[in-house]
């Protein structure tokens, strides 16, 4: 075996309660630009673990956002359709009476225009 992977691990770790860091005390399994490190303090592997997890937290960001900007806009169009209900209760409420007044009319189209003004208009 070579020597450098029976080396101990060159990571400083900080003991439960202690007062400085030690050198950590498990054997090295890889070596990272010469330096040996053991499986919990391969920097290699603690990188792809952060960006694996800095992946995961950008997804969830991402469905936030979307779910955010769902609202939004569901918001605006909203707003957007409130914006003009009075014109268009107004606009329906001319066009029965209109529709109303016209000889031969189905009476049928004038109820139902009145029936939803009625609910356009109730509160
Ligand atoms: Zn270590």
Redesign the pocket.
Known sequence: MSGKNEA????R?WPMGAMRSSQ???K?KVTRNSFP??????PERIAEQRAAKDAERQAALAEKNARWDAAKAANAEQARRAACFDQLVDALHDLTALYHSTPGHDPTFVDKGRAALARARAK
């Open positions: 101990q691990c060159c990571a770790v950590c005390l498990h090295a490190y053991c499986g919990r303090h391969d």
